[in-house]
């Protein structure tokens, strides 16, 4: 089971949603790395469903329990494992999912790939859920940059929900600077930041959920991250942002829009502003050749419809190979999008990380210690 990713930084994730817990293992990490405990708490505040009426009625403080790799503040070198107890979980609710599978969930292809033996309440290892200590990993992460001189961290903000755009367009010095007026909604513009939550308490309403797409900067990276072909910027990216549940697409800069431009449009000009080498449009994101270029990393991800939902559905009885209808019970959002924007932060700051340490064991930059 693929539950290891990474090379120069090497990341495990383990539990199950309804299990005792959830955490992960972060291995090869250096030594020295100051954890501000406070911050790790925001960031898990900021996925969670604790006040928000946005999310799933199922309320996990997420209080994160390091059990070795730490000492006096700061890593030791040796793996670092913590740990997130389940607290509220509700597991007769999915006891009719092992002979009716949800439409669109894993329920059918976590018993075809183990062979019944998967654990499948509230989504088991597929569960949202386990994106919690992703989250612990990612902030670990992102203090890691700030150390190495990283000026600006991944931040992810809200594109669209249901449909509803929003039509801010920030210009690059902009995206430098992104603020928004609430973190666990990261909108631009606050009149489609309400119409958004309009659209998300009327499919609640209707038991039924949304979609949408959020976009991810990284301001100014330093240029020369990366690799071409395997190891590119976009695949370690990309790698990581399937890895969260919900993901089915994946653009960079301007994405499929590049599909309908010529050459002469798509391409970004070189000039010089401040003694730097910078482009005069970032219609490729970044990226080029696999590797920053040092103007900003943007790519946009489409996070597809909670798949549980209250509405009836119809499904397959695996006991009588009969079509019935569903009634999902349990607690789910009616929208992930908005929890999901620091599990994008997270993982990205995660790639970052891996370039980084990667650039350093090469000699190509020096580590700022």
């Known amino acids: 089971m693929g539950s290891t990713w990474g090379n120069h930084i090497q990341i495990t994730l383990f539990g199950e949603s309804h299990g005792p817990g959830i955490g992960v293992v972060l291995d090869k990490l250096p030594p020295g790395i100051s954890l501000d405990m406070d911050l790790i708490e925001k960031e898990m505040?900021?996925?969670?469903?604790?006040?928000?009426?946005?999310?799933?009625?199922?309320?996990?403080?997420?209080?994160v329990?390091?059990?070795?790799?730490?000492?006096?503040?700061?890593?030791?070198?040796?793996?670092?494992?913590?740990?997130?107890?389940?607290?509220?979980?509700?597991?007769?609710?999915?006891?009719?999912?092992?002979?009716?599978?949800?439409?669109?969930?894993?329920?059918?292809?976590?018993?075809?790939?183990?062979?019944?033996?998967?654990d499948h309440r509230g989504g088991g290892h597929f569960s949202g859920r386990i994106t919690a200590?992703?989250?612990?990993a990612g902030a670990v992460a992102k203090m890691y940059l700030k150390s190495q001189g990283f000026e600006h961290l991944p931040v992810a903000r809200i594109l669209a929900i249901g449909g509803i755009e929003d039509p801010c367009e920030p210009t690059v010095s902009e995206l430098e600077n992104l603020?928004?007026?609430?973190?666990?909604?990261?909108?631009?513009?606050?009149?489609?930041?309400?119409?958004?939550?309009?659209?998300?308490?009327?499919?609640?309403?209707?038991?039924?959920?949304?979609?949408?797409?959020v976009q991810v900067v990284t301001a100014s990276p330093p240029p020369g991250l990366g690799d071409p072909f395997f190891d590119s910027v976009e695949s370690r990216i990309a790698h990581l942002v399937f890895s969260v549940p919900a993901v089915k697409g994946l653009s960079f800069g301007a994405g499929?829009?590049?599909?309908?431009?010529?050459?002469?449009?798509?391409?970004?000009?070189?000039?010089?502003?401040?003694?730097?080498?910078?482009?005069?449009?970032?219609?490729?994101?970044?990226?080029?050749?696999?590797?920053?270029?040092?103007?900003?990393?943007?790519?946009?991800?489409?996070?597809?419809?909670?798949?549980?939902?209250?509405?009836?559905?119809?499904?397959?009885?695996l006991s009588s190979k009969q079509v019935?209808?569903?009634?999902?019970?349990?607690?789910?959002?009616?929208?992930?999008?908005?929890?999901?924007?620091?599990v994008l932060e997270a993982v990205t700051a995660i790639a970052w990380m891996e370039c980084w340490m990667e650039a350093l064991k090469n000699g190509c930059i020096e580590s700022a210690d």
Do not use: W
């Open 45 to 63: 505040y900021r996925r969670s469903a604790v006040n928000n009426p946005y999310a799933t009625p199922r309320k996990e403080k997420d209080v």
């Open 65 to 118: 329990e390091i059990l070795s790799g730490v000492f006096n503040g700061a890593t030791t070198g040796t793996p670092l494992a913590a740990i997130i107890k389940n607290e509220n979980t509700r597991s007769k609710d999915y006891a009719q999912l092992l002979v009716q599978p949800r439409p669109g969930h894993a329920d059918l292809t976590g018993a075809a790939r183990y062979s019944g033996f998967q």
């Open 133 to 136: 200590p992703l989250v612990f």
């Open 179 to 213: 603020s928004f007026r609430d973190e666990r909604f990261p909108v631009l513009h606050s009149a489609t930041e309400e119409k958004m939550k309009g659209a998300i308490l009327r499919a609640a309403e209707d038991e039924d959920s949304l979609g949408g797409v």
């Open 256 to 317: 499929f829009k590049l599909s309908a431009m010529r050459g002469s449009q798509a391409n970004d000009p070189y000039r010089i502003q401040n003694g730097k080498i910078v482009t005069e449009t970032n219609h490729n994101g970044g990226l080029l050749g696999g590797i920053s270029s040092g103007m900003p990393v943007v790519f946009q991800v489409a996070i597809k419809p909670t798949a549980s939902i209250g509405k009836a559905q119809k499904t397959l009885n």
């Open 324 to 342: 019935e209808t569903l009634k999902i019970k349990g607690r789910h959002d009616p929208c992930i999008v908005p929890r999901v924007c620091v």
